[in-house]
T-cell receptor, first 110, second 113 residues
Framework: RKEVEQDPGPFNVPEGATVAFNCTYS??????FFWYRQDCRKEPKLLMS???SGNEDGRFTAQLNRASQYISLLIRDSKLSDSATYLC???????????FGKGTKLSVKP | EPEVTQTPSHQVTQMGQEVILRCVPI?????FYWYRQILGQKVEFLVS????????KSEIFDDQFSVERPDGSNFTLKIRSTKLEDSAMYFC???????????FGPGTRLTVT
């Protein structure tokens, strides 16, 4: 089983739509969770950390379910500029190295 | 805003040659990382570096790879004898101690022919 699994997409949505991405991780010892965004041929950039209590940053909401080992990202009111690949990332243990999912591609159309 | 920089942006080399990829992390950061991303694949951890030594390395980081922080600002990744399968984007990242937010450089695209 892959350490971090995501639906690769692509998700093609119109501007203004709400879209949700899911991610599962295999190692119950994983301690920290993130969503990164990666534009084509660019570096990953941190979008938000994910906490057990859930957290929101503007149009973005992230949720963590430790029991199910499941992470989600909700994007409301999609903008054209949201088009990118969204990477689910976990840190296992205390070493700090990031374990990436393969990413979910989002394309927002006018 | 401080940023991680990497040079060169693109390196083409022949199989069997040595390459050195360079990174300048954010100045007050203490943890440094190298990752790679083969085209169309996920980002993969290679090595982490703290306090002038390797903290952790992945299975990919074999004897052909080495890292160095030669002068307190640069952080380098050396591949001694490149193989075709080393062709990838190599990202450097740095982290301020204890906050877990890693800042990535723009990457070096390595092409081995």
């Amino acid at each position: 089983r892959k350490e971090v699994e995501q639906d690769p997409g692509p998700f093609n949505v119109p501007e203004g739509a709400t879209v949700a991405f899911n991610c599962t991780y295999s190692n119950s010892a994983s301690q920290s969770f993130f969503w990164y965004r990666q534009d084509c041929r660019k570096e990953p950039k941190l979008l938000m950390s994910v906490y057990s209590s859930g957290n929101e940053d503007g149009r973005f909401t992230a949720q963590l379910n430790r029991a199910s080992q499941y992470i989600s990202l909700l994007i409301r009111d999609s903008k054209l500029s949201d088009s990118a690949t969204y990477l689910c990332v976990v840190i296992k243990g205390s070493q700090g190295n990031l374990i990436f999912g393969k990413g979910t591609k989002l394309s927002v159309k006018p | 805003e401080p940023e991680v920089t990497q040079t060169p942006s693109h390196q083409v080399t022949q199989m069997g040659q040595e390459v050195i990829l360079r990174c300048v992390p954010i100045s007050n950061h203490l943890y440094f990382y190298w990752y790679r991303q083969i085209l169309g694949q996920k980002v993969e951890f290679l090595v982490s570096f703290y306090n002038n030594e390797i903290s952790e390395k992945s299975e990919i980081f074999d004897d052909q790879f080495s890292v160095e922080r030669p002068d307190g600002s640069n952080f380098t990744l050396k591949i001694r004898s490149t193989k075709l399968e080393d062709s990838a984007m190599y990202f450097c990242a740095s982290e301020l101690a204890g906050v877990e937010e890693q800042y990535f450089g723009p990457g070096t695209r390595l092409t081995v022919t």
